[in-house]
């Protein structure tokens, strides 16, 4: 998989391969609207046998109900095959979500890329 852009009309979504696992990073708003290309976006690289997905938020303005839902759903996914979907996050109103909704204990946050590389390189 190389690096591949989908651009939306709110949300632009890249694809990374970092070895074994699958880096999406996002651009926008990720809402009712736009939410549905996520959730196809990890649909597709579960297809591919791709388990272990890290879903990158720092570039995410907004995030509803919706996208948490789908967040929720690619975990779920993911776990069928004994895989991981973890989050990059250092936004306070966003990472405020994930404590209020108590999806802190459900996901692992990486606070910036490098220390998910640093989790990577330590594994």
């Known amino acids: 998989m190389e690096n ?7 949300l632009k979504v890249t ?3 970092l070895g074994e696992l699958s880096l999406i990073v996002l651009e926008g708003e990720v809402d009712v609207y736009s939410a549905p290309k996520l959730r196809d976006t990890i ?3 579960v297809d591919e046998g791709r388990y272990r997905i ?6 995410v303005a907004f995030l509803d109900s919706t996208g948490l ?5 690619g975990l779920k996914r993911v776990k069928n ?14 990472l405020r979500i994930f404590r209020i909704t108590g999806l802190t204990k459900v996901f692992t946050i990486y606070r910036t890329r490098e220390e998910l590389l640093a989790s990577i390189e330590g594994a």
Request: charged share 30%; net charge negative.
């Open 4 to 10: 591949e852009v989908r651009e939306g009309a709110e």
């Open 54 to 59: 890290v879903v990158d938020l720092e570039g």
């Open 43 to 45: 649909r597709e690289l």
């Open 81 to 94: 095959h004994q895989g991981e979907l973890g989050i990059i996050c250092n936004q306070e109103r966003i």
């Open 15 to 17: 694809l990374e391969s």
């Open 69 to 73: 839902g789908v967040l929720v759903g």
